[in-house]
T-cell receptor, first 116, second 115 residues
Framework: KAGVTQTPRYLIKTRGQQVTLSCSPI?????VSWYQQTPGQGLQFLFE???????NKGNFPGRFSGRQFSNSRSEMNVSTLELGDSALYLC???????????????FGNGTRLTVT | AQKITQTQPGMFVQEKEAVTLDCTYD???????LFWYKQPSSGEMIFLIY??????QNATEGRYSLNFQKARKSANLVISASQLGDSAMYFC????????????FGEGTQLTVNP
């Protein structure tokens, strides 16, 4: 079974631009979550999608948005990029159909975004 | 308040020895899950082991075991017979029933295995 696939692996953008990151979950997984990892803030939850609906959201500004398609693939968009958005963005999928606290998340390799 | 605390920023262990990585957590939710992940320098987060709040026995997965002490709110990861490939960052994480799908992570412990 293929794992979680994130594209691209690396991105370099300039301040003010926007960026779209893509995530394909493990086959059969309908829940997709996004996390931001920075040296200063650690791993922080962005949002989660299930069956094309945002089910949970972290404390990030509205510049961060996402969506999920009918095949469970997800995209994350960041508009008006700031230097502080430089981070590793990790996507994770889960088999859980409900909010099962005992269901592990399976992560992709991440997209490393650098904003200059 | 910090929900997941990992007090060891860095740990060193000799190859073939066992090592314990500490994790304490804070929650008022009676239903929760505790997870350990490994993150090599490549960036991927690899799921290692899970312990549920109602589990009576400590979880084990190959060389990984979880020392779960519910009253102390600790969930320490034990890696037996360390290998050079175990060198990585290790994260403890918690998922509470009331927080849905959200995983809360600790700050991580950088483990280095010496030959």
């Amino acid at each position: 079974k293929a794992g979680v696939t994130q594209t691209p692996r690396y991105l370099i953008k300039t301040r003010g631009q926007q960026v779209t990151l893509s995530c394909s979950p493990i086959s059969g997984h309908r829940s997709v979550s996004w996390y931001q990892q920075t040296p200063g803030q650690g791993l922080q939850f962005l949002f989660e999608y299930f069956s094309e609906t945002q089910r949970n959201k972290g404390n990030f500004p509205g510049r961060f948005s996402g969506r999920q398609f009918s095949n469970s693939r997800s995209e994350m968009n960041v508009s008006t990029l700031e230097l502080g958005d430089s981070a590793l963005y990790l996507c994770a999928s889960s088999h859980s159909s409900g909010n099962s606290y005992n269901s592990p998340l399976h992560f992709g390799n991440g997209t490393r975004l650098t904003v200059t | 308040a910090q929900k997941i605390t990992q007090t060891q920023p860095g740990m060193f262990v000799q190859e073939k020895e066992a090592v314990t990585l500490d994790c304490t957590y804070d929650t008022s939710d009676p239903s929760y899950g505790l997870f350990w992940y490994k993150q090599p320098s490549s960036g991927e987060m690899i799921f290692l082991i899970y312990q549920g709040s109602y589990d009576q026995q400590n979880a084990t997965e190959g060389r990984y075991s979880l020392n779960f002490q519910k009253a102390r709110k600790s969930a320490n990861l034990v890696i037996s017979a360390s290998q050079l490939g175990d060198s990585a960052m290790y994260f403890c994480a918690m998922r509470e029933e009331t927080s849905g799908s959200r995983l809360t992570f600790g700050e991580g412990t950088q483990l280095t295995v010496n030959p």
